[in-house]
Structures are given as structure tokens and as C-alpha cells.
């Protein structure tokens, strides 16, 4: 099975210049893959963005609790986008990751796909001695995720996935500054909080240390080969 991955950090980026660029690697790989080429393409991009919110497909669009002029004011793009989930915020200090491959190269299904990128960030929060959790209600990472009081997401996820070739993915709050998160529902969540790496630990942490750290971790339990960028 072809396990090669191209790697390509893209820095801080605007969420519409990543999700077209996201669009174009997507065609390519199913383009190959339809081609049955032995050598398909596949990629994992890391960035950061600019302040956004995003309304997944299956987004309610009451879960914005401010008006889109505000947003406007405040420099916050808003996308209506093709990922699974409802609304979530990306910005500045949040690592996200985007893997485009070919689940069956993988061996694997959506589910256990979704199962693994929960894996890769409860495994990157280790070192940091955070303890990840899953909740079977909802996608994504949590911290005390058993206890309603308590329960706060650290990192959301929303896939697509078409004719098994992904794209969108995880976004880790790392320094996030979390008031952001105070004018939406979080993935449609009214009764949990957020947290971050840095709020956890009460102190701000090396991103660039994170980021080397998740993109091991995603070498380690998918079994990718990385291979220099395209």
C-alpha cells in the first residue's frame, strides 16, 4: 500500500486560501487515484489561521450568536463550508491539520479515520501531561469529557471524505485565545467549554514544539512515509 505522504506547513494562512488550495490537492489525489496510479499523491498540511469561523454542512446557523456585520467589523471571516459538524473558530495560536489521503491506501474506514485523528492529538497532549479523552457523542478531544460540569473541548474535528480520499481535519488549541469561542456555540454545544494547551498549563507553549510533536505522532499510528513537499 502506498503510505507516502508530502508534508507542507503553510504557516498562518486565510481560511478561504487554504480550503482552495485543500481543493485542488483533494481532485489530484482522486484524479490518481481513479487513474490507479502506483505512485498516487496524498499530503498533510499544518497551518494556523486567521480569525474564522466555519458552518459545516450540518450546521445550524443559530449556533453564530453575533451578527455577520459584527464579524465583518472585527475582521472574522465567516465560511459555510463541506465538512462534516457544525460551527467551530480557527485562529491564530490553534494548530490545524489537514491530512489529504486515500483512506484505502490506509486500510482504512471513516470511522476508524476519525478514531485515529483523536488518537493522534490524545497521544500529542502526552508530553505535555494532559490527558485527552473521546466522548462517543461527539468528535474531537476533551478534557474530563465524563464530567458535564467540567468538560471542555481542546480540539474539534470535522472531516469530508469522498470515494474514500479526505480532507479538512483537526484543529488543536494550543494558544488560542479563547474569547473568540464566546460568540458561538461551539459544534453546537451549549453546556461545554473550551480550554487550551496554554490555558491548561498556565502559561503560553512552543508551538513550533506541538507541531513537530503531532506530525511524529501522525507518522507513528498511521504508518505514513513522509516525503519531501511537492
Not at 32 to 39: A, F, G, Q, S, W
Not at 106 to 113: D, E, N, P, S, V
Request: aromatic share 10%.
Amino acid at each position: 500500500m502506498n503510505k507516502k505522504v508530502a508534508f507542507e506547513n503553510l504557516g498562518r494562512i486565510r481560511y478561504k486560501e487554504a480550503w482552495d488550495y485543500q481543493e485542488r490537492l483533494f481532485e489530484t489525489v482522486i484524479k490518481e487515484k481513479l487513474e490507479k496510479r502506483e505512485e498516487q499523491k496524498q499530503f498533510l498540511l499544518f497551518c494556523e489561521h486567521e480569525h474564522v469561523y466555519t458552518l459545516g454542512k450540518s450546521g445550524n446557523k443559530q449556533n453564530l450568536l453575533i451578527a455577520r456585520h459584527i464579524c465583518e467589523s472585527r475582521n472574522i471571516d465567516l465560511h459555510e463550508i463541506d465538512r462534516g459538524g457544525d460551527i467551530t473558530y480557527h485562529g491564530p495560536g490553534q494548530l490545524v491539520a489537514y491530512p489529504i489521503i486515500d483512506l484505502e491506501a490506509f486500510g482504512l474506514g471513516i470511522k476508524k479515520y476519525i478514531s485515529l485523528l483523536e488518537d493522534v492529538v490524545i497521544e500529542t497532549l502526552k508530553p505535555y501531561g494532559i490527558r485527552g479523552e473521546k466522548d462517543e457523542r461527539a468528535m474531537g478531544v476533551w478534557i474530563d469529557a465524563g464530567n458535564p460540569a467540567k468538560a471542555r473541548k481542546i480540539c474539534a474535528i470535522g472531516v469530508r471524505a469522498s470515494r474514500f480520499v479526505t480532507m479538512h481535519g483537526l484543529a488543536l488549541n494550543v494558544n488560542s485565545d479563547l474569547s473568540y469561542f464566546d460568540y458561538i456555540n461551539p459544534c453546537g454545544f451549549t453546556d461545554r467549554g473550551v480550554t487550551s494547551l496554554q490555558k491548561e498549563l498556565g502559561e503560553a507553549v512552543d508551538f513550533e514544539e506541538v507541531s513537530k510533536e503531532m506530525k511524529a505522532t501522525f507518522v507513528q499510528l498511521f504508518g505514513m512515509e513522509i516525503v519531501p513537499e511537492h
